[in-house]
């Protein structure tokens, strides 16, 4: 995975109209190296990797992400998600 690659897009729904249904995303808690932050929260959503991860690896890291309606500064949430940078193992 190279440095910007989209690891995770996020979703929510508000189902009010106009500016106040408009929702950001805010990263409350994001794993770090010794570089800084592994990967980034964009205001829309989208988890962009920081930095390269070899799939051989197999990584795992949890971040815990704000969502909020009116641009922002209204009504809030928060989830934890899991980001596993290894490959996907099929079992047939």
Same mark, same amino acid.
């Given at each position: 995975?190279?440095?910007? +690659? ?5 979703? @929510? =729904?508000? +189902?009010?109209? #106009? ?7 805010? @990263? ?7 570089? #800084?932050?592994? /990967?980034? =929260? ?6 962009? @990797?920081?930095?390269? /991860?070899?799939?051989? *690896?197999?990584?795992? +890291?949890?971040?815990? =992400? ?5 641009? #922002? *500064?209204?009504?809030? #949430? ?9 490959? =996907?193992? +099929?079992?047939?």
């Amino acid at each position: 995975m190279p440095p910007g +690659y989209e690891a995770l897009r996020l979703s @929510a =729904v508000d +189902y009010d109209e #106009g500016d106040n249904a408009a929702i950001e995303y805010l @990263a409350i808690s994001i794993p770090q190296d010794e570089a #800084g932050d592994l /990967f980034e =929260v964009t205001e829309t959503g989208e988890v962009l @990797a920081q930095r390269s /991860f070899d799939r051989a *690896d197999g990584e795992s +890291y949890n971040l815990t =992400v704000r969502a909020a309606d009116d641009n #922002g *500064d209204g009504n809030s #949430g928060k989830t934890g998600y899991s980001l596993d940078t290894g490959y =996907v193992h +099929y079992m047939y």
